[in-house]
């Protein structure tokens, strides 16, 4: 009797507790790295989902990849991030690591995929594997990006109203940052009101005014609040009337809404001129092919 199987499998049984043990100690390693604990997963798991296993696997292999994400020194790309994720209001209250982990899920998610597609269907092409993973990567982008246009448009909807009120309740006799507190109490709820309120927070625990304006305008990245930005903090340093600015503010940021309403008008006919084409192509190819067809098909071709 040969010993040459049972050398081979005892080296494979050893291998693979060696692996075991060595992922084990790694996935141990890598817990011990300080992350919040708060925040998406938290939220989302109040929601009802906690209890589903493929959502606490997705979860699990996020949070991991959030952990080796940290540990890494990302730098620039980490601030890209993180200034992404306060354009969009913080959704879920993800932090930069957790992002990129669910980033690295969704790529891992479509590589497999197209792992599979690529096994079953040969004619699928290998190098379609890393662009549908380059695609799953990217694809997170999408959802966040279309949140931080959201979110502007519904600031550059409010704040006109915002700044009548607070045109009001300083030339009522209240100072500004009393003013500010009145609008964030009473104003219309939304990502303006929230942010206000951010602004409110951080001057009550020592931030100056000017800090925590230009924090909000860092946070919103548009130029008509770094432009309301700028005027408040110039009145309050040269102590101009905060009534006249906000009014000259509310103007502008009406005209300049309306501007944007003329220009997004002004681009509807030419988005809508290439679907028409398409259609008109479309219906003159079968007007011209199904009677060809038929010709062919009575001929015997």
Known sequence: MSWYPLFFYVLSFGAACLFA???????????QVPIEEEGWFGVVADSGM????????MMFVVRLLARINVTWNLGAYEVMIKRKLDA????WD???????GIKEASALLFGLFSVGL?????????PLVFLVGAIG???PNVFVNRKIKARQISILQDLPFSCDLLTLAVEAGLDFGTALERVVANGPPGPLRDEFHMVVQETKI?????????????RVQMQEISNFVGSIIQADRMGTGFAT???IQSEQIRSSRFERAEKAAQKVPVKILFPIIIANLLSIAIILVIPLLSAITDIGL
């Open 206 to 218: 020592g931030k100056t005014r000017k800090e925590a304006f230009t924090d909000f305008a860092d």
């Open 245 to 247: 600015v906000l009014r």
């Open 50 to 57: 906690r209890g589903n296993p493929l959502f606490r696997l």
């Open 137 to 139: 990567f990217f694809l």
């Open 21 to 31: 043990y060595g992922a084990y100690k790694v996935i141990k390693d890598i817990q």
């Open 118 to 126: 690529y096994l079953l269907f040969p004619t699928f092409s290998f």
């Open 94 to 100: 993800l932090k930069p690591a957790e992002y990129l």
């Open 88 to 91: 969009a209001g913080r959704p």
